[in-house]
């Protein structure tokens, strides 16, 4: 693990594509309208005869300020009252849902995230959890994984006790660059103070892991101011990091639309942010994870790294792959056995939907056998960056090379370029091939000749 990651500029120029980020496989874009709310009472009735354990998410779309470089789903608005007809919906869907499932099965991991969850009042958040704790097997004993995602702006030293008293241990914070310049052409005014002092009350209050998010490729950004954020970051001690390449889709995200194209630093900036980025943290003790993440050593992602038990699902990079995943919310998504679903986009459909005591799902996929083999090879690559083909022949009773032999050529050229080492027995992605990992996942994903690539992100 020592030696991770290695930068080398001729692979990342050639094998830098635009390409998925593998939070599930088959991705999002495959999920179509004619899944719907049968499919998934049908999947939450195996859940439940299988007592499967869960992982809630719970999607708060409400934002007071918008973030010109958000492409999340959200609602923007200064009404604080705007929250109470769709917590009454909410409630509703937990209901609706919890009534498929069995009081036996614990959720083991539960996350808020948004928009901004802390947009809501005390009093709301604790009914929603009241309400959560209600219906479904929440553990008490502080063991699970409950997380929310905070605006250090949005929040004070009682939100982060009331959290703590509510059951959340883990919080991720948004901070994406600490440069004034970069912060008013994106339209987020953030101190250094602020987000210390959020960090300070979740170190006092004992929440387990405190994770920061950084972007790189933002307007105003240079090397320079860049590498000084991520030095104050470092400083502030996190548990873990994620570090977001910017993609500028003015196309798809309207917000977008207000930044100026000019002010975007130019690829080759992007790549020195990136890889001093990378010597930073590697110097200061943090664990490449993968796809963006950081760790440090004692942290549970690395440590499940370490021990091939890392996994990865709607939410990311997890140790909870093996609970079935209940989105709740406009536009949550679930994964439920072999069924993803996702909930309408649209905050008034999901409400008149729920109002109606229907379910709001309005499209989803169910995994084919070949789904779910190409799932598993994904999986490995980018959890653990290494691949057993035995493993794999094993599992789902095929002859890996003849599978996969259309596939053949192009990992055999990736190893040419020492990007990956293939053998008979299977794939082991290099530490210059670390950061490209989602190329080499590429080429195992059946689906990607369908549609544009300009669709997805670029790898770097």
């Given at each position: 693990m020592l030696d991770a990651l290695r930068w080398d500029s001729d692979l990342i120029r050639r094998y830098d594509l635009s390409g998925p980020r593998y939070t599930s496989y088959p991705t999002a874009v495959q999920l179509h309208s004619e899944v719907g709310s049968f499919d998934l009472l049908h999947a939450l009735r195996d859940s439940r005869r299988a007592v499967r354990p869960l992982s809630l998410y719970v999607h708060v779309p409400f934002c007071a300020n918008i973030c010109y470089y958000c492409a999340c789903n959200k609602v923007i608005t200064k009404d604080r009252a705007r929250a109470q007809p769709y917590l009454q919906r909410l409630e509703q869907e937990i209901q609706l849902i919890a009534c498929h499932l069995d009081p036996k099965q614990s959720v083991e991991q539960l996350h808020f995230g948004g928009g901004t969850p802390t947009f809501l009042s005390h009093v709301e958040l604790r009914q929603l959890m009241a309400h959560l704790r209600q219906h479904f097997n929440l553990l008490d004993d502080?063991?699970?994984?409950?997380?929310?995602?905070?605006?250090?702006?949005?929040?004070?030293?009682?939100?982060?006790?009331?959290?703590?008293?509510?059951?959340?241990?883990?919080v991720s914070l948004g901070v994406q660059d600490l440069d004034p310049a970069v912060q008013r052409a994106i339209n987020r005014l953030q101190t250094l103070e602020q987000t210390r002092t959020i960090i300070d009350a979740a170190r006092t209050l004992q929440f387990r892991s405190i994770n920061l998010d950084l972007i790189y490729g933002l307007p105003k950004q240079t090397p320079e101011g860049f590498a000084r954020t991520v030095d104050e970051v470092i400083k502030l001690q996190p548990d873990r990091l994620s570090v977001f390449n910017y993609a500028h889709l003015p196309e798809r995200f309207m917000p977008q639309r207000r930044i100026d194209s000019n002010d975007l630093p130019a690829p080759a900036a992007k790549l020195e942010m990136l890889q001093r980025t990378i010597e930073q943290l590697t110097a200061a003790g943090y664990r490449y994870i993968g796809m963006d993440h950081f760790a440090l050593p004692d942290d549970e992602l690395a440590i499940a790294q370490e021990e091939s038990t890392l996994q990865r699902n709607f939410q990311g990079y997890t140790t909870h792959g093996h609970c079935d995943l209940i989105g709740l919310g406009v536009s949550a998504i679930s994964q439920i056995g072999d069924l993803y679903c996702q909930n309408t986009s649209d905050l008034n459909t999901y409400q008149d939907t729920l109002s109606s005591a229907q379910l709001a799902t309005s499209r989803g996929l169910l995994c084919s056998a070949d789904d779910r083999l190409r799932r598993a090879v994904i999986q490995q690559l980018i959890c653990h960056f290494e691949l057993d083909f035995e493993v794999i022949e094993q599992a789902f009773t095929i002859d890996f090379r003849g599978y996969f032999k259309d596939q053949w050529p192009a990992l055999q050229a990736m190893h040419d370029d020492g990007l990956i080492h293939l053998s008979n027995q299977g794939i082991q992605v290099l530490p210059a091939g670390r950061l490209l990992v989602r190329s080499v996942c590429m080429v195992f994903d059946a689906y990607l000749g369908l549609h544009s690539q300009q669709r997805f992100s670029r790898v770097i």
């Open positions: 502080d063991s699970g994984d409950y997380g929310i995602e905070i605006d250090p702006r949005e929040a004070d030293w009682p939100t982060m006790g009331l959290l703590r008293e509510l059951g959340f241990n883990r």
